[in-house]
């Protein structure tokens, strides 16, 4: 119900479809992936795609939305049978007030249920999962309502993260030869930041 009636609160604020709305390119994050193995630690380089949409100018105090859509989740069976508990993290715009939020599309999506969880300035989409490695399963799309600063600038997103237990991405998988379970747990390249969106305030 809440779902529900935050998708028509997003429709009739008209907060999906503001004026000067920009739908940014597929931009491709560089994380960083630190693994344990045999009692050293080795930090993986790996990537993944978001296309993050949001208005490109808003008015202070202004409710609009930002949309986070990442790319389909596919487990390289060479490395899995399978990954679940799926958690992307984001940061949020400085400043911005959370008014709610909705998940729209996603396939392939079976058993897995969806949650959402906020703490101060990020976000957080977790997929329970089980996914099949070799399959693509696309989870929704997380469509964020905000209301924007008082004060004048430019607010951006970006995938969040810092380190090992500070993640913007990470998920649990069994290994298809040993069938050992692990975490695969990654954050943004700091050497290689990427900005997902820019919205001025003013």
Do not use: H
């Amino acid at each position: 119900m809440r779902r529900a009636v935050m998708a028509s609160l997003l429709a009739a604020t008209g907060a999906l479809a503001l004026p000067g709305s920009a739908s940014a390119a597929p931009l491709t994050v560089p994380l960083l992936c630190p693994v344990d193995y045999n009692g050293e630690t080795y930090v993986l380089n790996y990537s993944r795609g978001y296309e993050v949409t949001a208005p490109s100018n808003v008015k202070p105090n202004q409710m609009f939305t930002v949309s986070y859509d990442p790319e389909p989740i596919n487990p390289r069976t060479e490395f899995n049978t399978k990954a679940w508990d799926v958690t992307f993290t984001y940061n949020l715009p400085a400043g911005t007030k959370v008014i709610g939020y909705a998940l729209t599309g996603g396939y392939n999506l079976k058993d897995s249920k969806q949650t959402v969880s906020f703490s101060p300035g990020r976000v957080a989409l977790t997929a329970t999962g089980p996914f099949t490695a070799g399959e693509d399963a696309d989870v929704p799309t997380l469509n964020v309502l905000l209301k924007a600063p008082a004060t004048e600038g430019v607010v951006t997103t970006s995938v969040a993260g810092t380190s090992k237990t500070d993640t913007g991405f990470i998920w649990t998988a069994e290994d298809p030869t040993t069938f050992e379970v692990g975490q695969l747990p990654c954050y943004p390249d700091p050497a290689n930041p990427v900005v997902l969106s820019r919205t001025t305030v003013g």
